[in-house]
């Protein structure tokens, strides 16, 4: 009986206990007299947060503007409240500790709130400084420290402006979920060591993207505070109307939104109220032949009157039609005029008339003349410049390969811009460069001005760079020494042509590997982007320095004047490369061998040179010539140009290495005439009247390259 009865009972109390448990989730609005929007300065204050604290949803959204600036707990300046993204923006105190001050550890100790992990970073500042990030998580008695060190003994070093990448200035990560944070900076030797530049060290959490670092700042950082976001949440999951709540991840605490289709304060009983998508097209997806209609929470999309539509359908699509093809038509017609006049625009900006002027005047003593190609010659062999024809880059532009219509195969090289003011000089420089008819001078066919940029055609090499064939472990096995010996007299013999042999002197000024192309181990000069063509009354140009790290003349880089004893050295540096199979430059060596240059100077003088000849060509019946190889280019590198040879002298010795080398039973004693004269024979060059004024060659100023080619 007494078991009945207490079933009865608990039948009768459910409802109730239910109806108490609902009534307690129910959320509870601030009192009428509250105002749930109000401002403090000149920023906006929404509930759950509020000025006063009885309107406050709870104590720790009570904002204190009685200074007239909102205040979050005792003395957190407030910059912005998201109710959307459940997110308060404040500005932080910036930790220090100086050389000559007392620092300080400012703490945040706002026990609600979390540092947002995705919205910060930390920040340290100095050049003898470390500083921690300390801090607890909710329901953890543990303490937790992220750290940053940055050390530097001068500016040299020092992050740029506007970037902290390490030195000087060091960043790092913020954990999601950290609370009651303090900041503690240090120095390693109370900046008794950089004290000169940097007295003290700085730390901060900061908002990304608000801080940019400056190298003045190491000297004297005066921001007290620096802006960081903050993320809030409230207690329970009970939120307004047509609005639901999500739990905080990997801590308590929920936040609120207006369910899809709603917009308003999540926090509010009746705040979230329907959004009327019908009044905006982006924000429906109803069709030009079905009507919006708003419903609660989102839309429904109705037809319309079909006859109507159809009709009106018709005749828009007949208008639209008929405005196509007369717009397509006029287009075309507008775009073939404006495409003819800016061919002709650029061919005239780019000195064609100048040049058509000149070929003419070529042609009455000379069959050795530049070709001017237009724009759709070079097109379709490029197949409109495929990335699939690209057979080199640099500092200067792309060189493409092309296909002629008479099955010709050509390198198009297309330059990054051109000196507007040396157009004349450039055209004087197409037309005496396409006469040099050397075997190992690569050829320049002719030129096409109808571009923004003139493009240049030249011969195709097939078999690739020397820098390939040195520097590829494969293709430096079949290079043996009577092949590089040939290629070194060849390429010596072509330099020797371009200073003396030529109708206008030609400095080269970027002599190196990848600048000479190979064609069955036959050597060719290539790539005149950087050359100097020297009035035949001068032995040297002032010139802005110009050329490639590692294979620079020192002289020239010291003095700013370029000779031929520039190409000189530059040569010098491509002989120690074909002896040893080494870089110019290689900053993965010890710093003695970093450069080749100096490196073999050194080894040849402690009597070590066969200790840096390449393993390939080390062979006991390749030394004597080996070692008068490295002896001629140990001259070259001397650091006084006057102390080099010329370069016909080079070419001269080691025509005679290689004679040697074809007939070893001819006398040691060569003769020198007949080399001469052999290599006199090796080029055909017209002896046309060109012109002898100084000035750049073709291509751009290029600045120093680094990559070791």
Known sequence: MSMRFLEMM????LPVLLIISSSSAELVDPPDDCNNSQSCGNMEIEYPFSTSEKCAMASKFFINCSTGEPILGNNLLVTNISIQNHEISIEGYVAKACYDQKGNKPFLRVPSYTISSSKNKFIVIGCDSYAYLLGRYQNDNNSYSIGCTTTCTGMERVSANGICSGIGCCQTDIPAGLQNTEIKAYTFYNHS???????????????QGRFNFYQSFLEN???ERQPLVLEWAIDNDTCGGNATAYNLEGRSGYYCTCNHGYFGNPYLSNSCTDIDECKTSTAHSCSATEKCVNTQGGFKC??????????ITVGVAAGLVASVICSSWLYLVFKKRKLIKLKEKFFRQNGGIILQQKLYQQQQYSNETAKIFSEQELIKATLNYDTSMIIGRGGFGTVYKGFFADKKIVAIKKSKNVDQCQIEQFINEVIVLSQINHRNVVKLLGCCLETQVPLLVYEFVPNGTLFEHIHDANKASNLHWKVRLGIAAETAGALSYLHSAASTPIIHRDVKPSNILLDNHTAKVSDFGASRLVPLDQIEVATMVQGTLGYLDPEYLYTNQLTDKSDVYSFGVVLVELLTGRKAVMFDKPEEERNLAQYFHYSLKEGRLFEVVESNINKEENKKQIKE????????????????????????ELEGLRKTEKHPWVNEEVNMEEIEYLLAETSNANDGIITTSAYDSIGDHVTLEFSGR
Do not use: H, W
Not at 193 to 207: G, L, P, Q, S, W
Not at 629 to 652: F, H, I, T, Y
């Open 10 to 13: 608990l039948i009768m109390i």
């Open 629 to 652: 190889v490295a002896e001629l280019a140990n001259r070259c590198l001397n650091l006084r140009g006057d102390d080099r040879p010329s370069m016909k002298e080079v070419a001269m």
């Open 193 to 207: 060591r950089v004290k000169d530049f940097n007295n003290c060290t700085y730390a901060f959490v900061v908002e």
């Open 302 to 311: 109705e037809r319309k009157d079909q006859l109507l539509v159809i009709k």
């Open 221 to 223: 950082f005066t921001p």
